[in-house]
């Protein structure tokens, strides 16, 4: 099992929709989350992170984190054609050896916003 | 203030050369990242320093590939005796903590003839 797994789509919406994009991971002892977003040929760009239960809102973004069933989301409400990215779920994950930590990322889902 | 940059920003050289890449992270920033990204693939993550803890560099796909970070500043990613295979955009991330936001440089292209 992947520490972090995310669908790799592609996901296509059409303008105006809600996109939802999941994110599962396998170590209990996690504590933050991190959605990014990656347009082709450029840069991850954080976009959200989340560290308790529940729902965290900016803008047209909703992260979702749910601990107990190790899932965390991302909602993009009035989806835009520039919505139209790879979305990279991050996991931090606590490594005994190094008491810093860890982040690891999901391999991403690609979103496709038609007009 | 100064995002992480990285040097250079593309680079071309011929199979069996050996390259090195370098990465600025951001003031204070105590881990530093380095991922590979092949053309239309996810991050594959290569190698992790945290303050003066041993590096985790059990990314790193063969002994070809190594790193080296001074204190909390500059890294420099080398690749030797460079193959085909290993074209791909080099990604340097730096944060406060190993499981803080991560800050992406812009990443160098690295093209392997």
């Known amino acids: 099992q992947k520490e972090v797994e995310q669908n790799s789509g592609p996901l296509s919406v059409p303008e105006g929709a809600i996109a939802s994009l999941n994110c599962t991971y396998s170590?209990?002892?996690?504590?933050?989350f991190f959605w990014y977003r990656q347009y082709s040929g450029k840069s991850p760009e954080l976009i959200m992170s989340i560290y308790s239960n529940g729902d965290k809102e900016d803008g047209r973004f909703t992260a979702q984190l749910n601990k107990a069933s190790q899932y965390v989301s991302l909602l993009i409400r009035d989806s835009q054609p520039s919505d139209s990215a790879t979305y990279l779920c991050?996991?931090?994950?606590?490594?005994?050896?190094?008491?810093?930590?860890?982040?690891?990322f999901g391999q991403g889902t690609e979103l496709s916003v038609k007009p | 203030g100064a995002g992480v940059s990285q040097s250079p920003s593309n680079k071309v050289t011929e199979k069996g050369k050996d390259v090195e890449l370098r990465c600025d992270p951001i003031s204070g920033h105590t881990a530093l990242y380095w991922y590979r990204q092949r053309l239309g693939q996810g991050l594959e993550f290569l190698i992790y320093?945290?303050?003066?803890?041993?590096?985790?560099k059990s990314g790193l796909p063969s002994d070809r590939f190594s790193a080296e970070r001074t204190g909390e500043s500059v890294s420099t990613l080398t690749i030797q005796r460079t193959q085909q295979e290993d074209s791909a955009v080099y990604l340097c991330?730096?944060?406060?903590?190993?499981?803080?936001?991560?800050?992406f440089g812009p990443g160098t292209r690295l093209l392997v003839l």
């Open positions: 170590d209990r002892g996690s504590q933050s």
């Open positions: 991050a996991v931090g994950l606590l490594v005994i050896y190094n008491q810093g930590g860890k982040l690891i």
């Open positions: 320093f945290q303050g003066n803890s041993a590096p985790d």
């Open positions: 991330a730096s944060s406060l903590g190993g499981v803080e936001t991560q800050y």
